[in-house]
């Protein structure tokens, strides 16, 4: 009898135990409509298998390759914007290098995206902290305080007021705004609201970095049982 996987919906060879395209455990039915010797017991042994993570290997894993890429995704890295799809192959790569230590090799999409979930509060946690000694380090050590408050000045007073101005803000709505951030304090509250909305990025693009790592590697690996 033909079956569909249920997660791809690819054609699953008679009697075989896993998808040939994603590597989904699959349940085997023998002619008369039973289950196959044993099948059940393997299925589940199979699907809790790769569904758990071992926390002490992914762990390592994790700070091997976040704290690194954390650090090239602050907020003042030269790579900009490419923090974000550095951080999900820094996940995607992270559950590999974890896979390739299990046995069996498989992995599910949800496993891989909670490893994810730790490669980004790992990375987003460092490029955070990164960035604040960064600006402590800029301002206080190297006394560059002065040209990034001219950097700052020069931003609020000319590309945030205009796009103030073309979202349809009047003169005493921009004015108001310059007044909260051109202060001390209003620059500290954009510059930590900035940062906690890097570590959130961060942190979502690793779990979907980890999802794909985990669906990836289910396509070119499948345990043996």
């Not at 455990?25 to 071992?54: H, I, M, T």
Request: aromatic share 8%.
């Amino acid at each position: 009898m033909e079956i569909s996987c249920t997660r791809c919906h690819q054609t699953v060879p008679t009697g075989s135990c896993y998808c040939p395209v994603c590597g989904l455990p699959q349940l085997v039915y023998s002619a008369d409509g039973s289950q196959g010797p044993g099948q059940p017991d393997r299925w589940n042994e199979a699907v809790r298998d790769a569904a758990s993570v071992e926390w002490k290997p992914a762990l390592r894993s994790a700070l091997m390759l976040a704290i690194p890429a954390g650090l090239l995704c602050s907020m003042l890295s030269p790579i900009g914007i490419l923090g974000m799809p550095l951080m999900a192959a820094t996940a995607a790569w992270v559950v590999v290098l974890y896979v390739r230590g299990q046995r069996p090799a498989w992995i599910t999409m949800g496993a891989g995206a909670r490893i994810g979930l730790v490669t980004g509060l790992v990375g987003g946690w460092t490029a955070a902290a990164t960035t604040g000694v960064t600006l402590f380090a800029m301002r206080f050590w190297f006394h560059q305080g002065s040209f990034y408050d001219d950097i700052w000045q020069n931003l609020v007073n000319q590309q945030m007021s205009q796009q103030w101005t073309s979202m349809g803000a009047d003169a005493q709505t921009v004015a108001l705004m310059k007044a909260w951030l051109m202060p001390p304090e209003g620059r500290a509250g954009w510059l930590l609201a900035a940062v906690i909305m890097l570590a959130m990025a961060l942190l979502l693009f690793a779990i979907a970095g980890g999802a794909l790592g985990a669906r990836l590697v289910a396509r070119s690996r499948r345990p043996e049982i």
